[in-house]
């Protein structure tokens, strides 16, 4: 079993901690409910745009999400479950939703290239880099949707694999493993290709 440095884990205990403030600030006084929602907009919004059409649709649901999160706001209690993964798990029930109400979700091919970042050295690398996302695009696609769903939660949204066990309610082992096998066979998949 691999340690955490003591810098790390005191600097995420700090983290939590300085988190743990914030939301008990906003529980008592909604502007403060702000400074939650910058520590968290980009990273909700790249979790929904991955499951929407459109800048537009995934700006929207990303506002739908946080007017949840203020509202439902006053009501959480941590019982060990962090103000992060609490609110992606409201994200993560928005998409739902708006699933179930016909809206079309995004499929991975369909993500837009300014969100993939390329290096504009040359063309050729250019190029090639763009083959290499193609590849991986089309590895992706073929996975079930659970599978990309985690994918999503961990790289679009940058959840630890304990946040991600929080959203989806599984043991935070179980969704290193799996994330761990995910990672492998398109690994194996890219280089078999």
Not at 22 to 32: N, S
Not at 38 to 57: G, I, P
Not at 112 to 117: A, K
């Amino acid at each position: 079993m691999t340690s955490i440095p003591q810098s790390a884990a005191a600097d995420s205990s700090r983290a939590v901690s300085e988190e743990s403030a914030l939301v008990e600030t906003a529980q008592h006084d909604p502007a403060a409910f702000d400074a939650l929602y910058q520590l968290y907009v980009t990273r909700v919004y790249r979790y929904v745009r991955a499951h929407t059409s459109s800048d537009d649709d995934a700006e929207d649901l990303t506002q739908q999400v946080f007017l949840h999160a203020l509202d439902a706001l006053p009501a959480y209690r941590s019982r060990g479950t962090p103000f992060g993964a609490w609110l992606f798990r409201i994200a993560h029930h928005a998409i739902v939703d708006t699933h179930r109400n016909h809206l079309a979700m995004v499929a991975w091919d369909e993500v837009p290239e300014r969100l993939q970042p390329v290096s504009a050295a040359d063309l050729e690398g250019d190029l090639l880099h763009q083959e290499a996302l193609a590849q991986l695009r089309h590895l992706i696609a073929r996975l079930d949707p659970d599978k990309r769903e985690l994918l999503t939660l961990r790289f679009a949204a940058k959840l630890s694999a304990t946040e991600i066990a929080t959203v989806v309610g599984k043991k935070p082992q179980a969704v290193k493993k799996q994330l761990t096998r995910i990672m492998q066979s398109l690994k194996e998949r890219y280089h078999g290709a």
